[in-house]
């Protein structure tokens, strides 16, 4: 098996799958204290099937999405595209957008 080969098989992997949208999320400015909190972010974004603000279901025109503060990177919850996109167009001040009780 060539390296190409066995980076596309690792990277359809459940385990790849889950180490990519993680590199992701810091790349885009994810922090956490503790690094297994990205795995509870992970698994928390795995089983969520509905926006945590509007509770629309997530469908292929308004995916999921992980909503962090873009000044300190603390993570908030999980989104819908289009309130994500809402919410980081209103709120620039910075302050925890969090919905859940």
């Known amino acids: ?3 190409k080969e066995y980076l596309k098989k690792y990277n359809e992997s ?3 799958k889950m180490y990519t949208k993680i590199r992701k999320w ?3 400015g994810l ?3 503790n690094p297994e909190d ?3 972010i992970y698994y928390h974004w795995l089983v969520t099937t509905n926006c945590e603000k509007c509770n629309c279901e ?3 025109g308004n995916m999921k999405c992980m909503d962090h503060n873009h000044i300190n990177g603390e993570y908030r919850n999980i989104l819908c595209h289009r309130c994500n996109v809402n919410d980081n167009s209103k709120n620039k001040s910075g302050t925890p957008n969090v919905y859940w009780d």
């Open 38 to 40: 990205y795995l509870t």
């Open 26 to 28: 810091k790349q885009r």
């Open 14 to 16: 459940e385990k790849g």
């Open 58 to 60: 997530f469908t292929k």
């Open 31 to 33: 922090k956490v204290d």
């Open 1 to 3: 098996m060539t390296r």
